[in-house]
């Protein structure tokens, strides 16, 4: 299950800290790293089943 969210507002890419999860008995963090993309860009690089949120955040922006 994935959960988005978008904020209007202006964030640095490189301050992101990742929360981390346990799996068989090791850390592992949730994000590897974090970077801004255009939409174009966004839609080549998420999972097809993420490709729905990236067009209704177009719809409610346009």
């Known amino acids: 299950m994935v959960h988005a969210w978008a904020v209007k507002g202006d ?4 301050r992101v800290r990742s ?3 346990a ?3 090791r850390e592992y963090p ?3 790293r974090a970077a801004w993309f ?3 860009e966004a839609r ?3 999972l097809k ?3 729905g949120f990236l067009d209704e955040l177009r719809s ?3």
């Open 49 to 51: 089943g993420q490709i």
């Open 19 to 21: 929360n981390t999860f």
């Open 23 to 25: 799996f068989k008995g």
């Open 38 to 40: 255009r939409p174009d």
């Open 30 to 32: 949730e994000v590897d």
């Open 11 to 14: 964030a640095d890419p490189a």
């Open 44 to 46: 080549k690089k998420i």
């Open 60 to 62: 409610q922006l346009h």
